[in-house]
């Protein structure tokens, strides 16, 4: 069974940067397409970033481009998140999530991690 865990959020000033990450275990790592998620309060869970098996290809949701980057470590079987230019509406719990090969959606979510971009 895929497990996965978000972590590295926490507080941040506007402007600022934070690094989130997404341990994955459970499964073959490499046959798995990972997404970044997030939902705000009061707010639908949202797209925020995808990267397939190869790490050359990836796609951010337009509010992030730019200034978010994923990342993946197949040897670590972790995909990271770099989030720079903060804005306090980047403020949600982000979650990840894993997609297998021909998988029609992500099947495997993990528990969030809280990021808030505050002064």
């Known amino acids: 069974q895929v497990h996965l865990v978000e972590s590295g959020g926490g507080l941040v000033q506007p402007g600022g940067s934070l690094r989130i990450s997404c341990g994955f275990s459970?499964?073959?790592?490499?046959?798995?397409?990972i997404a970044w998620f997030r939902q705000a309060p009061g707010n639908e869970r949202e797209f925020v970033a995808y990267?397939?098996?190869?790490?050359?290809?990836?796609d951010y949701a337009d509010p992030v481009k730019g200034r978010f980057t994923i990342s993946r470590d197949n040897a670590k079987n972790t995909v990271h998140l770099q989030m720079k230019s903060l804005k306090p509406e980047d403020t949600a719990v982000y979650y990840c999530?894993?997609?297998?090969?021909?998988?029609?959606?992500?099947?495997?979510w993990g528990q969030g991690t809280q990021v808030t971009v505050s002064s």
């Open positions: 999530a894993a997609r297998n090969i021909g998988a029609a959606q992500y099947d495997y």
């Open positions: 459970g499964g073959t790592f490499s046959f798995y397409q």
């Open positions: 990267i397939g098996r190869s790490a050359g290809i990836t």
